[in-house]
């Protein structure tokens, strides 16, 4: 049965993750993304944008939500490097699969496993750099659970997530490297409702250095907008560290999503 | 500026632990008085029951109950609720949904309802879901069954 996917209460899904999964910006979460409850199919896509000092990334994605058990994603990453003038891309198709539970309503959170399997198309850069593959795929583990009241009378949102990962920023500088070749890395994000249309909240995800070039964990603060179950936008100010050796990228994400 | 806002962030979560743990001394009735008492869950079941009407979805599911047994049931179940004066003597949770064979979606969309229902009657955000969390323990005994 197909039906239009309304089940879910507002801003529970979270947003679009950068890799193209449901979940906040940079973490993927637990929950699927699109409003889909048991017997819904949810259709979801965004776009995105993040600019920092010497980095632009443009980032298109989508996500089908099968009975709020299954769902399938992708994206497609340009990673413009302005200082030498060159775009990287790669492409990543999502799999995950909720285990247990229901983020609002189950005892324990809701638990979700998932795979990102990454191809990068322009690989010269990465090699160049020590890497040593152009594919890699990422395993991880998602609890989530929203909490209903709990900051004085405001629902408070976590997710941590354990990702198993060969690579470097995201795979836009390949995987592995002479420093490593595969690792576990947490992530954490942590959210409060104003109201049910909009949420403040933060991230941390910690990375690898297997290119030996410094590469920084990841940080966020965000607001995420819900007009109504079918868009999304997000606000993000980032904290990316070094990126290829090149220090304090800093500045601005938007991103926008539609779900039906 | 991130490190700034988690300052701040940690500063607040501080202040709004203090007031609320001050203030959630084992039972407090102070739920049911920031609801408007009696007076308030009357006024919200009443809104409650406009909103199930107009919705096709969840109406049906009404079909056999009498407006006035629902109505009365609930504001007495719901100022139980809120550590109100009150006692619920009705049947089950059980009971009264043993058959219906509710599921998520419909499930969700009367929370939808009992939401907006208390926007209707100006409950604020906080006391919301203060209320939600409340009727959230009772789901395994309304859905599937």
């Known amino acids: ?260 | 500026m991130i490190k700034y806002v988690y300052g701040l962030l940690i500063v607040l979560v501080l202040q709004l632990c203090l007031g609320c743990s001050s203030k959630n001394v084992a039972q407090s009735d102070q739920l049911y008085y920031d609801i408007g008492a009696h007076q308030g869950i009357e006024k919200l079941v009443d809104a409650f029951v406009q909103r199930i009407v107009k919705d096709k979805a969840i109406l049906p599911y009404f079909a056999k109950s009498s407006v006035k047994h629902f109505k009365q049931g609930f504001i007495n179940h719901l100022c139980g609720v809120v550590n109100g004066p009150c006692k619920y003597n009705g049947d089950s949770m059980i009971d009264i949904h043993t058959g219906m064979n509710i599921n998520e979606a419909d499930f969700n969309r009367v929370v939808e309802l009992l939401i907006e229902a208390m926007e209707d009657v100006d409950i604020s955000y906080q006391s919301q879901n203060k209320i939600l969390v409340k009727l959230a323990v009772l789901r395994p005994e309304i859905i599937k069954i």
């Not at chain 1, 017997?39 to 443009?58: G, H, T």
């Not at chain 1, 594919?135 to 209903?148: E, F, N, P, R």
């Not at chain 1, 030996?212 to 109504?228: H, R, S």
């Open chain 1, 1 to 260: 049965m197909l039906s239009f996917a309304n089940g879910k209460l507002l801003a529970t899904p979270g947003v679009s993750q950068v890799e193209g999964s449901g979940g906040g910006g940079l973490v993927p979460w637990a929950q699927l993304a699109g409003y889909a409850t048991e017997d819904e199919i949810a259709f979801s896509a965004f776009c995105s944008q993040a600019n920092v000092k010497d980095f632009q990334l443009n980032n298109c994605g989508g996500q089908v939500n099968f009975y709020d058990r299954l769902e399938f994603s992708f994206a497609k990453q340009n990673l413009q490097v302005d200082p030498l003038s060159l775009t990287l891309s790669q492409e990543i198709l999502g799999l995950k699969v909720r285990l247990y539970g229901d983020l609002v309503y189950s005892t324990w959170p809701q638990l979700s496993v998932g795979i990102q399997h990454k191809s990068l198309s322009t690989a010269d850069v990465a090699f160049s750099l020590g890497a040593q593959d152009d594919t890699g795929t990422d395993i991880y583990l998602a609890a989530s659970k929203l909490h209903l009241g709990l900051l004085a009378g405001y629902n408070v949102l976590w997710n941590a997530t354990a990702r198993y990962t060969k690579a470097n920023e995201m795979g836009l500088l390949g995987f592995g490297g002479p420093q490593g070749n595969g690792a576990l890395q947490t992530e954490m994000s942590v959210l409060v409702l104003l109201n049910k249309h909009l949420a403040v909240g933060t991230e941390y995800r910690h990375k690898p250095d297997n290119l030996g070039l410094g590469e920084d964990d990841w940080q966020d603060i965000f607001v995420a907008w819900f007009p109504n179950k079918h868009l999304n936008v997000t606000l993000a100010y980032l904290d990316l560290g070094t990126i290829a050796a090149l220090t304090d990228q800093k500045g601005w994400y938007l991103s926008l999503s539609g779900s039906y």
